[in-house]
C-alpha cells in the first residue's frame, strides 16, 4: 500500500514538472 503511494506521489510530481517546463 505504502509503494502504490509512494508512485501516486511520483507521478503527481512529474505532473508538476512538466506542467512547469510547459508554462516557461
Known amino acids: ?3 502504490r ?3 501516486m506521489d511520483i507521478f ?3 505532473l ?3 506542467y ?3 508554462i516557461q
Open 5 to 7: 503511494k509512494l508512485k
Open 20 to 22: 512547469a517546463t510547459s
Open 12 to 14: 503527481l510530481l512529474a
Open 1 to 3: 500500500m505504502a509503494d
Open 16 to 18: 508538476l514538472l512538466m
